[in-house]
């Protein structure tokens, strides 16, 4: 199907329902996802949520706050009650899941309260190739629809139109949530989120591209893209980066020599290598 049939057929998906609550986080995917809704029903027909918790960071909320203002949709901040829900917190490998079913379903709620019968979510048809249990919550709830992926849309297409509508994500890197840096197995807790979040904080202005902190108990494994990896084993820049890890509650610091790869704590789940 070529690029112009799947945005009609995107078209088609809003149209039909007529109203609808995005799931936004800000990242590439619901951005495209908002602009589209209000193209194709107009920012009256539209709202946009933001899901608020530790597993958000600080620059991720500010980000989305300004998105929503500059798409020019109504944009609510909504907190969010799965660490309340001890199947999340035991982070084990369906922790997506868990935190997906509570999220989409008090966003369903606070939807329809106000004349919005639907929520539409931001997946598209590559994360099938991804471990992310997630989806299952999704198809388990009628009222949560996912446009993108029904009407064929890829990473790559999405950008591409991005792009050609001036929208600020379209070259924005692919990001996960926080809880996706602790290995599973280790308790999730707003404190040890909130660790990950400033150590990747102090570290990101030394590099470009991905990032990631990963939360092994006491061991912080670095993950950045292999062309940084000599830069931050460099003995006075990596002496830092121990010292503020140390500070941060971590005992060990290490730099992964394989570089950065997407999904790395999913490896031997789902079938992921």
């Not at 490998?93 to 106000?114: D, E, G, H, I």
Request: hydrophobic share 40%.
């Amino acid at each position: 199907m070529k690029l112009e049939e799947k945005l009609q057929a995107l078209n088609e998906v809003f149209e039909k329902l007529e109203k609808c609550a995005v799931a936004f986080s800000g990242g590439v995917d619901s951005t495209f996802l908002l602009a589209a809704a209000v193209r194709a029903l107009g920012a009256e027909n539209v709202i946009a949520a933001t899901a608020v918790s530790a597993t958000l960071t600080d620059a991720e909320k500010v980000e989305a706050q300004e998105l929503g203002k500059t798409i020019g949709v109504e944009h609510a901040l909504l907190e969010t009650t799965e660490f309340d829900d001890p199947t999340f917190t035991a982070n084990d490998p369906l922790r997506c899941y868990y935190c997906k079913k509570n999220r989409f379903q008090s966003l369903a709620n606070w939807a329809v309260a106000r004349g919005f019968p639907w929520v539409v979510e931001g997946s598209n048809v590559d994360d099938s190739g991804d471990y992310r249990p997630g989806q299952k919550a999704v198809a388990e709830l009628d009222a949560v629809r996912s446009p993108l992926k029904e009407a064929g849309l890829t990473k790559a297409e999405i950008r591409a139109v991005s792009k050609q509508w001036n929208l600020s994500t379209a070259n924005k890197l692919s990001d996960a949530c926080l809880a996706t840096r602790l290995e599973y197995g280790l308790e999730l807790t707003p404190e040890r989120l909130k660790r990950v979040e400033a150590a990747e904080q102090f570290i990101r202005p030394l590099i470009q591209g991905h990032l990631r902190v990963r939360h092994h108990g006491a061991l912080a494994r670095i993950e950045v893209e292999p062309e940084y990896i000599a830069k931050l084993a460099e003995p006075e820049t990596a002496a830092t980066i121990v010292a503020r890890l140390k500070e941060l509650g971590f005992d060990h610091v290490a730099l992964d020599l394989s570089g950065y790869k997407m999904g790395s704590m999913n490896k031997g789940i789902g079938g992921v290598e």
